[in-house]
């Protein structure tokens, strides 16, 4: 995520809808995002689908990390040998003889 600037990255919605084409077009050269506020509160924020992607990604990787540590501290854990046999068991399903 790039630097916030106050000054540039930050508009009221009147603003941000006379101008949507520049705003798109900013957002998508600079990386930046943008806040749109409506009654002087921030109400949304735009950013560029690459960094739209790179959140949900992410987001998705430390869901799966923190069900990992879940299942260690439940003891929903395999030794090497039972893993070994759980994937030999799945495969000789999935492709039999």
């Known amino acids: 995520m790039n630097n916030f600037n106050v000054s540039n990255d ?16 900013n957002i998508q050269n600079t990386g930046h ?3 749109i506020t409506q009654n ?10 690459s ?3 790179e959140l949900v ?5 430390l869901n799966s990390v923190n069900r990992g540590l879940s ?10 040998k039972e893993l070994k046999e759980e994937l030999k068991e799945r495969r000789a399903v ?3 003889k």
């Open 10 to 25: 930050i508009i009221p919605i009147g603003e941000f809808k006379t101008s949507l084409s520049k705003w798109f077009k």
């Open 33 to 35: 995002h943008l806040v």
């Open 40 to 49: 002087g509160r921030p109400a949304g924020v735009l950013i560029s689908p």
């Open 51 to 53: 960094e739209y992607d």
């Open 57 to 61: 990604h992410k987001k998705l990787f």
């Open 71 to 80: 299942d260690v501290e439940s003891g929903k854990v395999y030794s090497t």
């Open 94 to 96: 999935r492709n039999p």
